[in-house]
Every structure is written in C-alpha cells, then in structure tokens.
C-alpha cells in the first residue's frame, strides 16, 4: 500500500483502493494542494486554522490564500494557489491572524523548479516572461539564453509561475510546508 493512503476499514470496504483511481483519488484528497501561507507555516497549529473563521483569505490582496475543501484531508487550512498570482510576502495574512504573535523575516516558501521539456526557453524560443517578473532576480539567462533558477536567490513566492505561457515551472516547497 501506497504512503498517504487512507486504510481506514469504511474505505477499504467501499472497494476504493482496489482501483487505480480510487488510490489516486484518497492520495489526492491527502496532499496538501499547494504550499502554507508564509508567515502562517510552522507558527500555527494546524488544528486552530481548521477551526478558524479564515480573515488571512479575505486579507490577502492577491488573492491567492485558498482553504482545502471539506472533503480533503486537510480540510479548513490554507493554501498558496500560485496559478493565481504570487505572494508578496507583504504580510497582511499575517497581521490578519489572531494567532501571529510577531512577524519575523521574510520567509522561503521554496524553490522555483524548470520543466525544460515544456520552458519555451529551452526549446529555442525567446521568452523570458518568468524572469521579467522575478524581483529576487533568480530566473536569469544563462549564455545559451536558456532560464535558469539560482536557487539561493528563490524564495518561492511564485510570481512567475502564472506568468509561464507554458505552465512550465513549479515551486518546490521546503519540507515544513508539506
């Protein structure tokens, strides 16, 4: 059995992991849909934002904080829906939250990650519109005029990822936000 996989006996006996889409369907319904909040990730029990009346949503500007629906496993916490935009680290679903006691240094969220098969960039075509948005500078041009991602420079906060005309990057989120 797959790691993730819900075995309660109620799912065993509905026959749900007997076919490939049901396992795909509990292992769904138990990631995390994107990356926590920054400011909100590892300084707040996940047990009090599920309980909690959401004003980081209605809070962020951006509007890219989500909450997992009810039928997930992390149902009521927030997420980062980076299709939607990226995060500004401004902090206002931070100062939104009862529970933040102070807000600390901008946080990483991750790392940007680069499909090559799909970057437009590294299939001969011009197109920089990532790196054009990046204000850490972290998606450059190497000499083949290839994107690449300086990984020490990356915070994660995913500005260039509904900017790709391809869908072609991912953030690789640092291992507390999963």
Aim: aromatic share 6%; charged share 25%; hydrophobic share 35%.
């Amino acid at each position: 059995m797959s790691a993730g996989v819900d075995t309660s006996r109620r799912f065993f006996l509905r026959g749900a992991v007997l076919t490939r889409e049901g396992r795909e369907e509990a292992i769904r319904r138990q990631r995390p849909l994107g990356p926590r909040p920054p400011w909100l990730d590892g300084r707040i029990d996940p047990a009090y934002c599920a309980a909690c009346d959401p004003a980081c949503v209605s809070a962020c500007e951006q509007h890219i904080i989500r909450i997992h629906p009810s039928d997930h496993l992390q149902a009521g916490l927030p997420w980062l829906d980076f299709t939607a935009g990226g995060c500004t680290f401004c902090a206002d679903c931070a100062r939104a939250c009862p529970r933040v006691e102070r807000i600390v240094d901008t946080p990483q969220i991750g790392t940007a990650q680069i499909d090559t098969g799909r970057c437009l960039a590294w299939n001969d075509v011009i197109c920089l519109s990532c790196a054009g948005v990046c204000r850490e500078r972290a998606l450059r041009r190497d000499r083949s005029r290839r994107v690449t991602v300086d990984t020490l420079s990356c915070t994660g906060c995913g500005q260039c990822i509904s900017k790709c005309p391809v869908m072609a990057l991912t953030i690789i989120w640092k291992t507390g936000s999963e």
